[in-house]
């Protein structure tokens, strides 16, 4: 078994232990978590794509379904060369912990395929996608599974797999699929939604959380808060703009070749243009007051929020003592290791785990299955309204078993999201 999935696994033992006293009946509820500790489909096999030298070539492919008690399969599909089986059963496991902490209605699943994308040309990378949805057809659709982009899949992989999808049952489906371009029913605010959800989570943290409060409950004084940000891509980028907007003041940010730090707070703005160029910012013309400091460095930073928004396993054994912020603020998947994470809660240092700071991409993915099934399209500001009313109360439900319970962030989070995901098994009779 790989680490990554042995820490899924690990976490749903870990909460059985909080939970046991919840349920009476013990019998039950060991079946219940047995249950989650394994998927319940494993879709596996081979498909091939006929390469640009006429011969077809293999490719090992995977869709793991999780658990579907709350609704609907849901997770992205990655294509990468280090996607292996393991891998993908924990990521399903963990976007069903994911959509249930969100209160979205859906169990969870991820999909992939063991490739080399950047070696395929675009027509080997459609057929790959319309290989691969036919591959899943028996198994997807709107009230069945509905798969998502992730790592290296995006909008036009979506529209090429829905293209093959369709065809195959001989219907419209757009439901099927979330992550699709606007075009073809794709939802606004889809784009910046993770870094959105986080901001308001954030937001809501710091709310509730009135030592960091410098004026009063309601109103906080937003630029006394500093933040350094690991990563600028879609989501530290968004995450980044966003909290810059509302006034906080937005000290370090970082691409894998450098960090750049400023007190007086960055030009966001400035530097998402450099990027767009294809600048790193290792060669960035640093403005007087800035100045390059290495991701390390940044981890270091005795700001108020510490927002890893790159990597997995950005936190570790190796440069745990070594962080002096206030709060850690989990935008990536996976940034803190399970050693890591017990040290900074024992220092007293807040860790907001990612299944929630995270999720409003796959909330905004909900919003974008209901308007396909109404087929009623939102405004972007509805998104963002019903985006805030739903992190905020996914928020505000851990923060009070936090507060009940005294344990951490992350362990409040698990808490009820296997909670929420056992008791709809108890409903359906399933345990
Ligand atoms: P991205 O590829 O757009 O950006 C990744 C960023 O990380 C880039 O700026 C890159 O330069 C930087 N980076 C790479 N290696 C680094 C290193 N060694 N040190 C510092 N920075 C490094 O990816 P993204 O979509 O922004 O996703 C970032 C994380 O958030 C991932 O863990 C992803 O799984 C997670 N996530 C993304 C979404 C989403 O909607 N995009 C949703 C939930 C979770």
């Not at 757009?174 to 699709?180: H, Q």
């Not at 803190?336 to 017990?342: F, G, K, L, Q």
């Amino acid at each position: 078994m790989n680490a990554i999935l042995e820490a899924a696994l690990n976490q749903i033992k870990d909460t059985s232990l909080l939970l046991s006293e919840d349920y009476p009946d013990k019998k039950r509820f060991k079946k219940a978590i047995n249950e989650l500790l394994t998927p319940q489909r494993v879709i596996e096999g081979k498909i091939s794509v006929k390469g640009r030298d006429g011969k077809k070539r293999e490719f090992s492919a995977f869709r793991i379904q999780h658990n579907d008690a709350r609704g609907p399969f849901k997770g992205g599909i990655r294509f990468h060369r280090n996607v292996s089986k393991d891998e993908v059963q924990a990521l399903a496991t963990l976007m069903s912990l994911k959509c249930a902490v969100a209160g979205i209605p859906y169990g969870g699943a991820k999909g992939g395929v063991i490739v080399d994308p950047s070696k395929l040309t675009k027509e080997e990378l459609k057929d790959l996608s319309a290989q691969y949805a036919k591959f899943i057809t028996p198994y997807i659709g709107p009230r069945k599974d509905v798969p998502a982009p992730d790592v290296n899949t995006d909008g036009a992989i979506m529209s090429w797999m829905l293209e093959a999808y369709e065809r195959n049952i001989g219907m419209q489906a757009p439901a099927t699929f979330t992550g699709k371009p606007l075009e073809l029913g794709g939802s606004l605010g889809r784009t910046e939604a993770t870094g959105q959800g986080g901001v308001y989570v954030l937001d809501a943290y710091l709310k509730r959380n009135l030592k960091y409060v410098t004026s009063h409950a309601v109103k906080i004084n937003t630029s006394k808060i500093t933040i350094a940000i690991q990563g600028f891509g879609n989501v530290g980028y968004y995450f980044a703009k966003i909290a810059k907007e509302l006034g906080f003041n937005v000290v370090a940010v970082s691409d894998s070749s450098s960090g750049i730090y400023s007190s007086k707070g960055l030009d966001i703005g400035a530097l998402a243009k450099y990027k767009e160029k294809g600048g790193s910012f290792g060669n960035y013309p640093l403005k007087s007051g800035s100045k390059l400091i290495t991701n390390a460095e940044l981890l270091g930073l005795p700001v108020t929020v510490l927002v890893p928004a790159a990597l997995e396993n950005s936190i570790t054994k190796e440069n745990m003592e070594g962080i002096s912020a206030k709060v850690v603020f989990e935008m990536a998947n996976g940034p803190t290791t399970s050693e890591a994470d017990s040290y900074l809660h024992e220092k007293g240092i807040d860790v907001i785990p990612d299944i929630l700071s995270n999720s409003g991409g796959v909330t905004v993915s909900y919003f974008e299955w209901v308007q396909n099934l109404s087929g009623y399209y939102w405004t972007k500001e509805r998104v963002n309204e019903e985006l805030k009313k739903t992190i905020t109360k996914a928020f505000t439900d851990i923060d009070k078993i936090v507060k009940e319970k005294r344990i951490s962030y992350r362990r409040a989070a698990n808490y009820i999201s296997i909670k929420r995901i056992i008791d709809a098994m108890m409903l359906r009779g399933r345990v």
